[in-house]
């Protein structure tokens, strides 16, 4: 089974400051796809960035960006620019091929102090 | 276009009562996932549905879940004899083999509380 690794359970930045939130997974497969999704007060979750697995780029959504390392089983967030409306619960999240389930770790709460 | 709904937002009951949670998706998303979120931690996988049949209900934890999607459309999450470690946000999302990557689209949850 697919297991996803949040390190950090709490984070904090400056206003207009870089942040990079970490994840880990672990998983057997070749081919998946991983996502970082915001979750605020409001419990909606909000997809923030998605990265399939046979892409080496790294995806990139305006001021958010991914490091993806396969090899080291690796997707850490990095937020630019960061602002107040940032803060939130940050999930990492694995899904396998197809119309499967997400399985996600335990979240970072990222703040931001103006 | 409307996204997911959930009803209700909501809902205190007491131990041992049933309840129902309802999860309206997106219009023509063919696939359901039920999550449960204890305070604290990441949604974890209860039951998912493609169509009108469960793909899927690995993820429920006994006998006094129960989900139902008879239309293929609205689906309606069911607990008996509910427990305090019941307590939890139940978030519904779906999703549509067309939307790339099978990207999920969630709703904004029922707080359930058991007292």
């Known amino acids: 089974a697919q297991t996803v690794t949040q390190s950090q359970p709490e984070m904090s930045v400056q206003e207009a400051e870089t942040v990079t939130l970490s994840c880990t997974y672990d998983t057997s497969e070749s081919d998946y796809y991983l996502f970082w999704y915001k979750q605020p007060p409001s419990r909606q979750m909000i997809l923030v960035i998605r990265q399939e697995a046979y892409k080496q780029q790294n995806a990139t959504e305006n001021r958010f960006s991914v490091n993806f390392q396969k090899a080291a089983k690796s997707f850490s967030l990095k937020i630019s620019d960061s602002q107040l409306g940032d803060a939130a619960m940050y999930f990492c999240?694995?899904?396998?091929?197809?119309?499967?389930?997400?399985?996600f770790g335990k979240g970072t709460r990222l703040s931001v102090i103006a | 276009g409307a996204g997911v709904s959930q009803t209700p937002s909501n809902k205190v009951t007491e131990k041992g009562k049933y309840v129902e949670l309802r999860c309206d998706p997106i219009s023509g998303h063919t696939a359901l996932y039920w999550y449960r979120q204890s305070l604290g931690q990441g949604p974890e996988f209860l039951i998912y549905f493609q169509g009108t049949g469960a793909a899927d209900d690995s993820g429920l934890p006994n006998d006094r879940f129960f989900a139902v999607r008879p239309e293929g459309s609205v689906s309606t999450l069911k607990i008996q004899r509910t427990e305090r470690g019941d307590s939890a946000v139940y978030l519904c999302?779906?999703?549509?083999?067309?939307?790339?990557?099978?990207?999920?689209?969630f709703g904004p949850g029922t707080r359930l509380t058991v007292t």
């Open positions: 999302a779906s999703s549509h083999a067309a939307s790339g990557p099978y990207e999920q689209y």
């Open positions: 999240a694995y899904l396998s091929s197809g119309n499967t389930p997400l399985v």
